[in-house]
């Protein structure tokens, strides 16, 4: 369908708020890109005055700026320090309610908000991320049923990405930067001094019914060619490139390479890779009781594995040094994901180096321990 | 509404029946499974134990599969939930949810020599198997079990060992032997040689710390037999037990979904890398 250009329609920027109106209307929770505590992330959306109009932002391994724009884009930014993890599997869930009784105690199971949410300006690899953590949390012989419902009917209207960041590599892993699957529409943002229109994509029959009730306009093939040119040449700008087919086998026959011991007194331990990971799914589970210790709530929260607790048994941890963690993350990323899963864990967003304190750059780090079959930009 | 129906977090509460001391750290709890309509296991599976207020700890299932209604597991008191769990007594409450994993593949063992070691708490995992051996003796050509502990009071089952020492052949070790001790010292690697008959038709099931492991399946494969027939179960920290939490991980494994047994020839490489 997204080869037919014919199909695409024309959405003019002073009828964004319509959309995202008639999208509430039909009983969804908006999560889109706003400006927060000077970043541009993922969090629930009043309409479309929250949409982070006139920024972008300046990324490179360690160092992350919002800043302003000479025009009025909507969506001209790069992937921001929240994905879109948080909202479908939640960074703390009560799992039970547990209170003392006279048999053993009472459980009480709680299921939580699920009202289908609406993703607004979500990119290739933010849904690429998505299927990613569906095959791990949905797809399994013992799905979350938590996540599940939370990803029941979501709603995707998807962004089309003109803009990478400096830690961006989305065209190494396959995964961006145009969305090809997982939407009901997707919208390419064409603004310069004259124009500020959004071509936008059909992707589903609800996607369909939304632009019928807005009974938006085709498109000009000549606009929506140049919507093409904007995403295309996003891709030519992406700083970073290598060839993601070779990583695996070359990654796990390198498990000792010295390069693990100079990563390990590099790495601060410090978690962030694996908060902003869109793809991260580890948790664990802790109990936690009221002063009278009659009422004990179970609940499951956000863990990483570069915590010394995560792999601790009986006897210490099974991952001691940070060496031994880093290597457990990266190559999990991007090797035993595979194993695991059928799938590479990355999808290329650069949010963990962007979001490293001292600058680990994944890219390079893999092109190091790889060697020649991994080397950046062939 | 919501598939909450297959909910894998859901908890069971059962009741425990009987509490027993083992040795100084370890206990058997034996929960009354009847609640659970239809509840079966694999030998070697394990289920998650959930001291209420306190967490959760995965723990393999030492009861008799043919048994199933009688819960057993054998818990050694090593954190805050095996010590809350070493604290129960009869008549209180356990979570249970499971039971999760792949046990071991006795099918392979039928018409083989069937050939058990166990070391220290890695008895209990292979309880399952020797019950099932004992009760189901024809379906091989010979049973032995070698079992390795730190001293004759660090064994577990003593009574039972006895019981066991008629029906299949049994070579008890320890590491530190007292003055009434008439049994073996040293590893158990050393009475692997004397307990193989035919090494290319033996199928060998092992549980205890990985260095034992280790050893005994290089002894085993330097005696010829296949890695492919030899089982092992393997632990590391789990929270979910059922592939969502990420915790067991071992390379390309999750241990809770592709395991906790594994034959050795996939996953011997992986035990022997140092903190993968």
């Given amino acids: 369908m997204s080869e037919d250009i014919s199909a695409e329609l024309v959405l003019p920027r002073e009828r964004c708020g319509e959309l995202l109106e008639l999208v509430v209307k039909k009983g969804y929770r908006l999560i889109g890109p706003k400006l927060e505590q000077g970043a541009i992330v993922f969090g629930p959306l009043r309409g479309v005055d929250d949409l982070p109009e006139g920024w972008t932002d300046e990324q490179s391994p360690g160092r992350y700026r919002a800043v302003r724009r000479s025009d009025a884009s909507l969506f001209g930014y790069a992937a921001g320090p929240r994905s879109l993890r948080r909202f479908f599997q939640l960074p703390d869930v009560e799992l039970v309610v547990l209170r003392r009784g006279q048999d053993g105690p009472r459980l009480d199971y709680g299921s939580g908000d699920t009202r289908p949410i609406a993703l607004i300006g979500a990119r290739g690899c933010d849904l690429r991320a998505l299927a990613i953590q569906d095959q791990v949390l949905a797809r399994g012989a013992y799905p979350d049923p938590r996540y599940v419902a939370r990803r029941a009917n979501t709603l995707v209207i998807a962004v089309q990405c003109t803009e990478p960041s400096g830690s961006c590599f989305c065209t190494s892993m396959g995964a961006g930067p145009r969305a090809e699957l997982g939407f009901d529409l997707a919208l390419t943002e064409v603004v310069d001094a004259e124009r500020h229109h959004f071509v936008v994509e059909v992707g589903s029959e609800r996607g369909r019914e939304l632009v019928a009730e807005l009974a938006l306009a085709l498109a000009a093939p000549r606009l929506s060619s140049e919507a093409r040119e904007r995403v295309a040449g996003a891709a030519a700008r992406m700083g970073r490139r290598f060839e993601e087919a070779a990583v695996h086998d070359a990654l796990l026959a390198n498990l000792e390479h010295p390069e693990w011991d100079r990563l390990g007194e590099r790495c601060l331990s410090c978690t962030n890779c694996t908060l902003v990971c869109p793809t991260c799914f580890c948790t664990t589970s802790e109990d936690r009781i009221d002063l009278t210790g009659d009422v004990v709530e179970r609940h499951v929260r956000h863990d990483s594995c570069f915590s010394e607790e995560f792999s601790h048994l009986h006897g210490g941890s099974a991952r001691a040094s940070i060496r031994s963690r880093y290597r457990q993350w990266l190559t999990h990323k991007f090797a035993t994901w595979y194993d695991q899963f059928g799938s590479s864990g990355c999808v290329g967003c650069g949010r963990c180096i962007t979001s490293c304190p001292v600058g680990i750059d994944v890219t390079q780090e893999i092109s190091v321990i790889g060697g020649e079959p991994c080397k950046l930009n062939p | ?276």
């Fill in chain 2, 1 to 276: 509404m919501l598939e909450f129906e297959r909910d894998p977090w859901r908890v069971e509460s059962l009741r425990v029946t009987r509490v027993t001391r083992e040795t100084e750290d370890t206990f058997t709890i034996e929960l009354d499974a009847k609640p659970r309509a239809g509840f079966v296991f694999q030998p070697g599976q394990f289920n998650m134990l959930y001291a209420f207020g306190v967490g959760e700890s995965a723990i393999s299932i030492a009861g008799s599969a043919d048994e199933p209604e009688r819960l057993v597991h054998t818990v050694r008191a090593v954190g805050a939930v095996t010590n809350a769990l070493a604290k129960a007594k009869q008549g209180e409450r356990i979570g249970v949810r499971g039971p999760f994993g792949h046990g071991f593949p006795i099918a392979e063992a039928r018409g083989k020599d069937l050939l058990l070691i166990a070391g220290g708490i890695g008895l209990a995992p292979l309880r399952p198997v020797i019950l099932y051996a004992i009760q189901h003796r024809p379906e091989f050509r010979s049973v032995t079990l070698i079992y390795g502990a730190r001293s004759p009071k660090d064994l577990l089952y003593p009574r039972e060992l006895l019981s066991w020492a008629s029906r299949l052949r049994l070579e008890t070790t320890v590491d530190r032997a007292e003055d009434d001790w008439f049994g073996h010292t040293g590893v158990v690697t050393k009475f692997i040689e004397g307990a193989l008959q035919n090494p290319e038709s033996t199928v060998a099931m092992m549980c205890g710390p990985e260095v034992m492991m280790r050893f005994a399946a290089r002894e085993l494969t330097t005696l010829g037999v296949p890695e492919k027939s030899i089982f092992v179960s393997t632990e590391r920290n789990m929270k979910c037990g059922v592939g969502l939490c990420g915790h067991c991980q071992l390379g390309p494994f999750l241990l809770c979904r592709d395991g906790p047994t594994f034959s050795y020839d996939r996953i011997g490489p992986l035990l022997s890398i140092r903190e993968l």
